[in-house]
């Protein structure tokens, strides 16, 4: 059985529905999604709708929290700026979905246990790089595989303990590689793989620009970092 693994939309609807037609495409029985639905991005209302009609499980984001908040402390003034455009923007099924996510996600897939958290098992914002990972992180959820998001870096890792995956970021990559990113396990095999996808990334610019976001959201989407 195949899971494909979502995380970091940020409001790109572009990326997010180029993603979800290559996810068809393999046949995915389940779609994940690891938090941060909204953000950065011109859509945050459409990815909503999207990502509630589509995922079978979904955790809450560091983001997600602080549009629900309108609270932008702590964010760099361009991801602050769009919090708090976001949170003026989002209707009432949008909050509604983002008030009812919890901050992890446990349960089976094709014979395999999985949890899934945004940033980290014990922390939303913070973030986990592939340095980072070792026995002791995957041993500590008591899964077959853990599941992060938040750092927009893709990362799969295989350990005695388990296996770690971070799909990477949809809406905004920073590995240097501006292509959408998702992951795909397949069960039968333990085998994990990063997808990427290129998508419309002239209209998801065009339409951060449109709604009077931050120039510099816009930009760095064609670098991808």
């Known amino acids: 059985m195949r899971l494909a693994i979502l995380s970091d939309v940020h409001s790109n609807k572009h990326a997010l529905e180029a993603v979800l037609r290559e996810i068809d495409s393999l046949g995915a029985e389940m779609i994940v999604c ?33 549009v629900l908040e309108k609270d932008p402390s702590g964010a760099n003034p361009y991801a602050a700026r769009a919090i708090l455009w976001t949170a003026e923007m989002i209707g009432s099924d949008s909050r509604q979905l983002l008030e009812n996510l919890n901050i992890e996600s446990k349960f089976p897939f094709g014979g395999r246990s999985l949890a899934m958290f945004h940033g980290s098992p014990t922390s939303i914002d913070e973030y986990v790089f592939e340095y980072d990972v070792d026995e002791d992180l995957v041993k500590s959820v008591d899964a077959d595989a853990l599941i992060l998001g938040h750092t927009h870096v893709p990362c799969i890792k295989k350990l005695r303990s388990g296996l770690f995956i971070n799909p990477g970021a949809v809406g905004q990559p920073r590995d240097g590689d501006w292509m959408a990113s998702f992951a795909v396990l397949d069960t039968e095999t333990n085998d994990c793989t990063i997808r990427r996808v290129p998508y419309d990334v002239m209209a998801a610019a065009e339409a951060i620009r449109k709604a009077g976001l931050p120039e510099f959201l816009a930009e760095r989407l064609f670098r991808g970092y």
């Open 34 to 66: 690891a938090g941060d639905i909204v953000g950065y991005c011109a859509f945050p209302n459409e990815c909503c709708e999207i990502i509630r009609t589509r995922a079978s499980r979904i955790v809450k984001g560091n983001h997600d929290c602080a």
